[in-house]
């Protein structure tokens, strides 16, 4: 939505740097949901109005979370994140949530979140909701359904119809790193024990960490694994898609016809990373696009901050 939005005008001077900024900062934008009651959150139907209201500070709440963090506020992921977190409920017409700013008083990187996060709501399965498909989703945003959204975005949402619905039916998602999200929230929701200020602190740091190492490798084929979840993507140096799977028993080293010695080898140096020593880089012959060479396989490993040396 962010490229489309800069292919189609030159209101919004939107870098690369910008666009990966504001990807990352927008995967917290429902943290302020971690104080609401589950009750409410977990609660299937149309919310009565005062339970409604509750959920509704979520928004506020999100933003105070990001506040509390032990970082500085003018750090522009820190100040995107604050953004998207108080005023993705916001609307173009100024009917909208916390502070009912209307127009370009929204910062653009709120109003993309906004008009995504309900393209997202209506095609996903919910609590209280089956899911719509694609057209039904579009349609309803383009009439007006689901609140009022810029004019140009919604162009961009009408040009991207079709590689929406694509990426809809593979169930394949534009962010790469929404499943790892999903799985550091659900982590990190669970440890009960841990102040919230913790909680969305841990979040930042590991994504930053993360956005860090593909951002200084940019133009090789990049490699995404979550060895508990198995999933995995693996991309071309051009950004597409090479390979993507979901199976814990999926067997990478095979599928790139890397021999079992290199194999047992990069075991054995995995086994020997650590928190102050996180990568680590090796030599090996593998079959990349009916490529046989040898290539540089450069690991990062990423320690979760929720438990000592995982």
């Not at 001077?13 to 910008?18: A, K, M, S, V, Y």
Request: net charge negative.
């Amino acid at each position: 939505m962010l490229r489309q939005l800069v292919k189609v005008t030159d209101a919004y001077p939107l870098t690369e740097t910008d666009i990966a900024l504001i990807t990352t900062a927008s995967s917290l934008h429902d943290i302020g949901k971690i104080r609401i009651p589950e009750e409410i959150l977990n609660k299937p139907g149309r919310l009565p109005d005062e339970e409604f209201k509750i959920m509704k500070t979520h928004s506020e709440l999100g933003a105070a979370i990001i506040k509390d963090m032990d970082f500085p506020q003018d750090h522009p992921l820190v100040h995107t994140a604050w953004e998207i977190c108080r005023w993705h409920h916001e609307r173009w017409d100024g009917k909208g949530y916390p502070d009912g700013l209307k127009g370009e008083e929204i910062p653009i990187s709120a109003q993309v979140e906004s008009i995504v996060n309900v393209y997202d709501a209506l095609t996903s399965e919910r609590c209280y909701k089956k899911a719509f498909d694609h057209d039904t989703a579009i349609q309803m945003i383009l009439d007006g359904q689901c609140g009022q959204f810029n004019p140009i975005l919604l162009k961009c949402l009408k040009e991207l119809s079709i590689q929406l619905s694509k990426m809809l039916n593979k169930e394949m998602d534009d962010n790469k790193y929404s499943h790892e999200i999903q799985r550091l929230s659900n982590e990190i929701l669970n440890d009960k024990s841990l102040p919230n200020q913790n909680y969305s602190q841990s979040v930042v740091k590991v994504m930053q960490e993360k956005i860090d190492f593909f951002k200084s490798n940019s133009g090789l084929n990049s490699i995404d694994y979550n060895t508990i979840s198995g999933q995995l993507t693996i991309l071309n140096g051009k950004q597409k898609i090479l390979c993507q799977r979901k199976n814990p028993e999926f067997d990478l080293f095979k599928e790139f016809g890397v021999i079992e010695e290199d194999v047992q080898y990069i075991r054995v140096l995995l086994r020997q990373t650590s928190v102050k020593n996180k990568e680590i880089s090796v030599q090996i012959k593998a079959t990349v696009e009916n490529d046989s060479q040898m290539y540089k396989l450069k690991l990062h490993t990423l320690w979760s901050p929720m438990k000592k040396d995982v």
